[in-house]
Each structure stands twice: as structure tokens, then as C-alpha cells.
């Protein structure tokens, strides 16, 4: 870790002595999330005609969302039976992962969910305290959970186990628009039950008082924003020209909102459906928080069509000009790293779940 800090100021010292503090301070900005994750990478810094820096990964060893742990499926099943004996002989099946957690359906009635990497152990802790408190004020069903495992010598994380939410993530069916229409109702009483939680009981309860990763600050997001449309490009998914364009002239206003309870990641694969296609569940929770009510609001710019959102609004209630497009530019932030995301993973739901968001949003520019 230190020599490889070491190694990449070493290169700036070497070749920009002139320029250090300025230099130092860009590449702290751009790296040290890689130094801080572990990465071995190598640093190629290069100055322009124009002196932009430009700093490129030449070769990376994993990506950006590789975990540092693997659950294997034998680990988790013996973690579980030593510590809820109850629940043995313990029948195992594998649902998958995502950024933070794995997850298991244990004898088709529990999901227990490991975390990968040291960041979601809080995660889980903030579902611990927060979700009891919160599930009998929502009108959908949320993962409670109810068996809390311990650390151990064969694995170094808390982790938890949940009662399962009957349903199939969204991104599992193809869905017409008027399917995705006739959720318009669920999912705007939700949200508006949701953001309409008082916030001092979940403050005391340890729910985070803030967004942690800053994700509406668009200003932030918007040069990652621009490199993923690129790729999703060169990956000839879908042409992305207008996205482009917005994304350079979006100018976003932060205007002043009431803090709310907010889920802080929602998007196709958090959402459940029922056989019948309608709402049924929100799950994975981990990114829970006061802030911005829009940070949930781009759900609907990303799973509803343009056309559907004067009818959601109708139950949701009326929002400022400034968040709604505030949630628009997160939503198509949201979907091009799910596409990215999923194309890296091997994953077509998922791609597929993040390009009818960005198709969604391009046809709300037009």
C-alpha cells in the first residue's frame, strides 16, 4: 500500500517538480479511492498543449467493483449452521451478488446476505437498527432481518439473515410499457410514504445524517459520467450523442429541499414484482440515509417512461423544477454505470435493465 503510493508520487515528483502542490492535490482527487481499495495499478500522467492533466490506469489487476472476499457456498453453509443450529441441515442456493454483499436462499424461506468488502459491514448494521422501525410505516414489503451472525475465524464480517420477500427482481421480466405504467400508483405511494417518515427517531436509531457518497453533486459525477457513455459507445449499445450533450450542458441548481428518509439506491434490481408484474418489494437497503428525496426519484426516470410521469406525480406530490432534473441527471448517471457495471460482469439483465433507463431518459430530452 505505501510503496505503491510511493511509486505514483515518485512519477509526479519526477517528471512535474514545478507544479507539485497542484499536481498532488489532482491526483489525490482522482486515486485515492484506487489507494484505498488495494488496487496495483500503474500511473500514467501525462500534461497537454492545453496543461490538463490527464491520469490513466494503464493496467489494473481488478476493476473498481471486484470484492476483496469470495463467500464460497460451503463457507457460507457451515457459518450458518455453527452458528443457528436451528436452521440445519442447512439447504443452500446461491441468488448472487452485487457491489457491497452475496447472498444465499437458505432452505427457501431465509436470505442471508455476507458482505464482500469491509465498507457494507455498516451497511448491514444500519438495516439491523433502521428497517424493524420503518417496515409497518410502508405499503410494500421490506427485508427485515432476524438472524444477526457474528465474526468468526472463518470469516471476519458480521452478516445477517432475512426472512425472503416473495417476488423476482424487476430486471428478471421484459416488461412492456404498460407494465411498467400499471406500477405507477405502488411506486409513487411508496415513495411518498417513505419520504414522509419522520427523521429524528432514525437519526437516534444511528441512521447515516447524510449522503456519504455525495451522489447528486452532479458536478462530481459529470467527467465519470462522460467516460462511461463513451464506453457504452465504443460498445456500440446504443448511440448516446444527446446523453453527451446533456451531460455537458447540465448546469444543475441545488436548491434547498427537506431532509427525508430516503432508500439511496434504487433501481431495477432492488425493485420485486409479483407474478402479475406488479410491485411487491424493495430490497437491499444498505444505502439508507437523510437527505434529498430526489436520490430516490430517479428510480422514476429510470424504470417509467417520460409519458408516466405527470400520473406519478399525481400521487407522489408536486416537486421543484431544479430536483426533478437533479434526479434525472443521477438516473442517467445511475444507468450508464449499470450498464458499464453489468457489460464487465457478464451480466444481461442487468445491461439491459441500465439501457432502457438511458433509452428512457434520452426520450425525455427529445
Known amino acids: 500500500m505505501v510503496l505503491i503510493r510511493e511509486r505514483v508520487f515518485s512519477v509526479v515528483q519526477t517528471s512535474f ?6 499536481l498532488v492535490s489532482i491526483v489525490s482527487e482522482k486515486c485515492l479511492l484506487l489507494f484505498n481499495i488495494n488496487l496495483t495499478f500503474y500511473l500514467y500522467v501525462k500534461i497537454t498543449r492545453e496543461n490538463i492533466i490527464k ?6 489487476m481488478t476493476s473498481l467493483w471486484k470484492s476483496f472476499v469470495t463467500i464460497e457456498k460451503n463457507l457460507a453453509e457451515k457459518l450458518i449452521a455453527a452458528q443457528f443450529p436451528e436452521l440445519t441441515p442447512v439447504h443452500l442456493e446461491f441468488l448472487g451478488e452485487g457491489w457491497d454483499n452475496s447472498s444465499f436462499l437458505v432452505n427457501d424461506a431465509i436470505v442471508f446476505r455476507f458482505p464482500r468488502r469491509e465498507v457494507a459491514v455498516n451497511l448491514i448494521q444500519h438495516e439491523v437498527n433502521i428497517l ?7 405499503p410494500q414489503p421490506v427485508p427485515i432481518p432476524s438472524y444477526l451472525g457474528v465474526p468468526s475465524e472463518s470469516y471476519a464480517w458480521p452478516f445477517a439473515g432475512y426472512p425472503l420477500v416473495a417476488g423476482k427482481t424487476s430486471d428478471c421480466f421484459l416488461l412492456t410499457l404498460e407494465e411498467r405504467k400499471a406500477n405507477i400508483k405502488n411506486l409513487a405511494l411508496f415513495l411518498k410514504a417513505l419520504h414522509a417518515v419522520k427523521v429524528e427517531p432514525l437519526l437516534e436509531r444511528g441512521a447515516p445524517p447524510c449522503d456519504p457518497l455525495d451522489r447528486l453533486n452532479f458536478d462530481k459525477k459529470r467527467g465519470d459520467l462522460l467516460q462511461h457513455l463513451e464506453k457504452i459507445k465504443e460498445l456500440e449499445l446504443m448511440e448516446v450523442e444527446s446523453l453527451v450533450r446533456f451531460t455537458q450542458e447540465f448546469r444543475p441548481q441545488y436548491s434547498s429541499f427537506i431532509p427525508s428518509f430516503v432508500h439511496g439506491d434504487l433501481y431495477a434490481r432492488h425493485l420485486l414484482l409479483n407474478e402479475s408484474k406488479q410491485l ?7 444505502d439508507m440515509h437523510i437527505g434529498n428525496p430526489a436520490v430516490d426519484l430517479i428510480i422514476v426516470h429510470s424504470f417509467l417512461p417520460p409519458e408516466a410521469h405527470t400520473a406519478f406525480l399525481k400521487y407522489y406530490g408536486a416537486v421543484e423544477e431544479s430536483q426533478w432534473l437533479l434526479a434525472k441527471a443521477r438516473a442517467l448517471y445511475s444507468s450508464a454505470l449499470i ?9 444481461r439483465s442487468l445491461i439491459n435493465a441500465g439501457l432502457q433507463g438511458l433509452e428512457f431518459i434520452k426520450a425525455g430530452l427529445l
Request: hydrophobic share 40%; with cysteine.
Open 339 to 347: 450498464t458499464v457495471y453489468g457489460h464487465d460482469i457478464h451480466d
Open 17 to 22: 517538480s514545478g507544479d507539485i502542490g497542484r
Open 55 to 60: 491520469l490513466s490506469a494503464l493496467s489494473f
Open 132 to 138: 424493524p422501525y420503518v417496515a409497518p410505516m410502508l
Open 280 to 286: 411487491c418489494g424493495i430490497i437491499d437497503w444498505g
